[in-house]
């Protein structure tokens, strides 16, 4: 099966995760920061997410902001968590609560200003519709639904 | 150096590390979900395994149920009816769950985003960290004007033949309903929409929809348009096309009020030429497509100000003899002349009723008793749509407004309408237009009065020199003593020079006005007997009679020549508010009908939001949001306004409802009695034979001096009296 011709890939618990983190925040939004491994497998590239660090930002029910000190701070944790030189910031995560999957004109902001390599992924998650999506952005700056999938690690029972 | 390599940081040039590690995969993790989902060859045929397992089970289960039951077929179906929906419903379920996973799962969501429709006029400013100016801040009426008497569409233009310019004759349509009483609308449109299209058209009066009924967008009384998403160029190719600028690249535009185009910078700029600002019809292109304006709006606090085209206008209504000498309790009616048949209820766009000082009085905006109803409970303005879009080759006005000197068609938002001025009609079929000034026109105060008017249309100095002229260009606006200047509005603020900024700015307009110099005459009557001898005690009683003979108003006096020489002195019955002393000895008719027994103003009908119960009011109406507000100074969306603009208080002397409700005008009727005896009548089809001319600046027309005779009765028109004389 050629699995590595998904663009992302990440585990059960990573999303697990960032839904409670959402659902911890309803109404109000929440964002945080995706981390993991920029990977190639036999000639093609994928982002592994294998972790995540929910940031501490303003958020309200209808917006959430990004700035310079949440940056910092995620890479702080960063660096404390993983002493190697594969792990980094892949990508961001933010909730969308009860409106849907997509990027606004604001998180393309965000994207293009923070986000503009190849293996950065935007995870937008609708803690109350129970959905969510991968966007990258096209050369055209404009959002695109990228091929995700989701794992768990199967248990000797 | 702590010895630890540093993460990657984003947005910066760097080589990044790349893992050649395999993703993951069986046997050590399994897939919880996929998107797109995985789709092996296999896995085609095993999904339509189950369809063919479940056809090839239903045959053979109906062949057999025939073989062993006995029973004849179409009994047998019936029979086993319930069974076979059964297999059926969950074939298709099968069937359709393949459809689905072949298309993402986000193509089959709605849209959604809020809507808050005012006017030009709205005094808004922004909340904080949104982007459009919903909060109010005017403290006039215009300034806080909501248009809820509304009905929104959705329009999505498509062009399957590929012309361009797109001829915008496809499309698929969503209505979407009225606003709430603060205009505050939301609205919803499938995700595979562009060229999103919002179509505003005003209501009639009654609350009617205008041009909804077939269900095309280029129908009724447009007065406001939106189209957002990616649009694309052959849209604009079609709906903007200018001559003198013919190539409009994808990006934000208005029209405004005006008429004018406006080009926005990157970001849709709403004080884009203040005070206009956006609307009436506005363009905004996303690269993201219309899911942008529903991230940008889905907030009410963040509602995409449309600001439709109306004006504010301002009546007076007075007799032609003086524009002091006031019509009071005049009933202003608006006839729509383009869009509705005469005979329909929807042809009433507004009615306004006039104060003691001839001034109009807008009675459908109510406020809460917490505000007040004094604060605008004497509200002069009375909003009027306009028409923005050229509905016959589905582009907007505009251009703007030709001066005077030139035949150029108006390129702006207007309206053919009719003003009625009940019960004696003035009818005129003119254009309304938008804006305070007209390009290149002046402005010339009303002599005796507070206000100006524009030198333009319908208004001559001297009606009796020069009736019917048509003035500044314009078709269809004659000009006389029956016409009316309606070709501006009443700005809300100061010094507006809207049409072009070469031309001088008037520092303060907000007094223009429109003048209706209605036919109400005035008379001193005298009474002679057959052989000319005044009779003093006659009464004398006039009715309008319909076309088929019935007597319709009887007017509000009835008169008696108390004076030794047979003539109406102190007319004291005929005196309303606004009557001028100086025709004390004069009867003032028509003016009006028995107040007592059509009724007045009933103030008891006025609509309080606070006691409302209508669905728009609950929770889970469009106020479903304040339940998840969490912002201390946002409790609901109507919150936002202060005020309500929404019901028809009931006026029941207001009963004409169309154009042709009023009764056929069939003649004047006097009726003389003498004591207790001799009775005399006669009809006249027009009651100016015993108009009584004043030699004024404000004289009736050309008229004939003349003796008329009908009946008993002989009529002649003296130089300050008018003999009726009884044979």
Redesign the interface.
């Known amino acids: 099966?050629s699995?590595?011709r998904?663009q992302v890939?990440s585990?059960?618990y990573v999303?697990d995760g960032i839904y409670l983190e959402c659902k911890k925040a309803l109404?109000?939004e929440t964002i945080g920061f995706l981390v993991g491994?920029?990977?190639?497998?036999r000639g093609e590239?994928?982002t592994?997410i294998d972790d995540y660090i929910p940031v501490g930002g303003t958020s309200?029910?209808?917006?959430v902001i990004m700035d310079a000190e949440s940056?910092a701070s995620a890479?702080q944790i960063?660096?404390k968590k993983?002493?190697?030189?594969?792990?980094?910031?892949v990508g961001w995560y933010h909730s969308h609560p009860g409106?849907?999957?997509?990027?606004?004109?604001?998180?393309?902001k965000s994207q293009i200003?923070?986000?503009?390599?190849p293996?950065?992924v935007a995870l937008v998650v609708d803690p109350v519709r129970n959905?969510f999506?991968f966007f990258k952005l096209s050369l055209?700056?404009?959002?695109v639904?990228v091929?995700?999938?989701?794992?768990?690690?199967?248990h000797e029972r | 150096m702590?010895g630890?390599?540093?993460?990657?940081?984003?947005?910066t040039k760097q080589e990044?590390?790349?893992?050649?590690?395999?993703?993951?995969?069986?046997?050590?993790?399994?897939?919880?979900?996929?998107?797109?989902p995985?789709r092996?060859p296999s896995k085609t045929l095993r999904s339509k395994l189950p369809v063919i397992i479940s056809s090839t089970t239903l045959a053979v289960v109906i062949a057999i149920l025939i073989i062993t039951s006995g029973l004849p077929l179409q009994q047998l179906i019936s029979h086993i009816a319930l069974t076979t929906t059964v297999i059926s419903t969950n074939t298709i379920t099968q069937v359709k769950t393949i459809t689905v996973t072949t298309t993402?799962?986000?193509s089959h969501?709605n849209?959604?985003a809020w809507l808050k429709i005012v006017t030009d006029s709205w005094d808004g400013t922004k909340y904080p960290?949104y982007l459009t100016p919903v909060k109010p801040a005017g403290i006039d009426f215009p300034g806080r004007y909501n248009v809820t008497n509304v009905c929104v569409e959705l329009y999505r233009f498509i062009n399957p033949t590929r012309q361009n310019p797109a001829p915008l004759t496809h499309f698929e349509r969503r209505f979407a309903g009225s606003p709430n009483a603060t205009g505050f609308i939301r609205i919803s449109w499938p995700v595979n929409w562009e060229n999103v299209t919002v179509v505003v058209k005003a209501k009639s009066y009654y609350g009617e929809c205008i041009g909804t009924e077939n269900k095309s967008p280029f129908d009724g009384i447009i007065v406001y348009w939106l189209t957002f998403g990616r649009i694309s160029q052959s849209f604009y190719n079609k709906f903007i096309t200018d001559s003198t600028k013919p190539d409009f690249k994808p990006g934000n535009y208005t029209i405004g009020d005006d008429g004018m185009f406006r080009k926005h910078d990157a970001d849709f700029n709403w004080t884009v030429r203040a005070p206009f600002g956006s609307g009436p019809v506005d363009i905004v292109s996303?690269?993201?497509?219309p899911?942008?304006f529903?991230?940008?709006h889905?907030?009410p606090?963040?509602a995409w100000v449309a600001r439709a085209a109306y004006i504010f206008m301002l009546f007076h209504e007075h007799t032609w003899y003086n524009v002091k000498d006031n019509l009071t309790y005049a009933i202003i009616f608006i006839y729509d002349m383009d869009h509705t048949p005469e005979d329909s209820t929807r042809s009433l766009l507004q009615a306004a009723i006039t104060g003691p000082d001839g001034l109009s009085r807008y009675t459908r905006e109510i406020y809460p008793i917490e505000w007040g109803l004094e604060r605008f409970g004497n509200n002069t303005l009375v909003p009027i749509p306009l028409q923005t879009i050229n509905r016959f080759n589905a582009t907007p006005f505009h251009g703007g407004i030709g001066a005077p000197s030139t035949n150029i068609r108006v390129g702006a938002p207007h309206l053919n309408a009719t003003k009625r001025v009940w019960w004696e009609t003035v009818l005129t079929n003119q254009t309304f237009y938008v804006g305070d000034r007209y390009k290149g026109g002046t402005y010339s105060p009303v002599q005796g009065t507070e206000y100006v008017r524009p030198l333009f249309g319908g208004f001559p100095t001297d009606p009796a020199v020069s009736p019917t002229i048509t003035q500044g260009g314009i078709t269809g606006i004659p000009a006389g003593p029956l016409s009316l200047a309606l070709n501006h509005t009443v700005p809300k603020t100061n010094g507006l020079a809207w049409v072009s900024d070469n031309i001088d700015k008037v520092t303060k307009v907000t007094n223009v006005v429109a003048l209706g110099n209605n036919t109400v005459f005035y008379s001193r009557l005298c009474v002679l007997d057959s052989r000319n001898k005044s009779v003093a005690g006659a009464k004398i009683i006039l009715k309008s009679i319909t076309s088929t003979d019935i007597t319709d108003y009887p007017f509000h006096g009835k008169y008696t020549t108390a004076d030794i020489d047979g003539c109406t002195k102190n007319a004291d019955n005929s005196k309303w508010p606004g009557y001028m002393d100086s025709y004390k000895d004069y009867i003032r008719f028509p003016n009006g009908t028995d107040w007592g027994k059509r009724g007045s103003l009933n103030a008891s009908y006025f609509f309080i939001p606070l006691n409302d119960i209508s669905p728009a009011w609950r929770a889970e109406g469009y106020f479903m949001q304040v339940l998840?507000?969490?912002?201390a100074d946002w409790m609901a969306p109507y919150n936002y306004a202060k005020n309500y603009s929404a019901l028809i208080p009931k006026i029941t002397y207001m009963l004409t409802r169309t154009l042709t409700d009023d009764p056929r005008w069939g003649g004047f009727e006097i009726q003389i009695t003498i004591g207790d005896g001799d009775k005399y009548r006669a009809r006249f089809p027009n009651p100016y034979i015993i108009a009584y001319i004043k030699q004024t600046s404000w004289i009736r027309p050309n008229l004939p001096v003349l003796t008329v005779s009908q009946d008993s009765i002989t009529i002649k028109v003296e130089s300050d009296r008018v003999i009726i004389k009884l044979s």
């Open positions: 099966m699995w590595h998904y890939h585990f059960d999303i109404p109000n491994m920029y990977c190639r497998w590239y994928f592994l309200s029910e209808y917006h940056l890479i960063l660096e993983y002493n190697d030189d594969r792990h980094s910031i409106y849907g999957i997509f990027l606004s004109d604001t998180d393309i200003t923070f986000f503009n390599q293996y950065h959905k999506g055209h700056n404009e959002p639904l091929s995700y999938a989701i794992w768990r690690e199967v | 702590s630890k390599r540093k993460p990657r940081v984003m947005g990044m590390f790349v893992a050649e590690i395999p993703p993951p995969g069986p046997p050590r993790y399994e897939l919880v979900k996929a998107w797109p995985s092996p993402p799962a986000i969501e849209y959604s960290g996303y690269g993201s497509g899911i942008t529903q991230a940008n889905h907030d606090r963040g998840r507000a969490s912002n």
